[in-house]
């Protein structure tokens, strides 16, 4: 968000390769392809990592990609 609000015109992508553990958090994170900002990235990556996965039955152990573009196609 905080990007956002610096740059109205941001724009780029980044997949952000994720694994998650038995009990539904992510035990690594890469980001990927990235072409926006650093600090953009780096705050994404850090969203992400926060984030469980409360079906963790159907993904856990799993390599999961999560791509982002902004701004977000229409």
Known sequence: AEG???????????KI????DMKG???SSKAMDKTLPEP???CM???VQATPFPEVDK????ALTIPS???APR
Not at 17 to 20: P, S
Not at 59 to 62: D, E, I, T, V
């Open 25 to 27: 958090k992510i035990k």
């Open 69 to 71: 573009t902004f701004p």
């Open 40 to 42: 953009v990235v780096a």
């Open 4 to 14: 956002k609000k610096k740059d109205k015109e941001l724009q780029g992508s980044v």
């Open 45 to 47: 990556v850090k969203v």
């Open 59 to 62: 993904c856990w152990n799993s």
């Open 17 to 20: 390769k994720i694994t998650v």
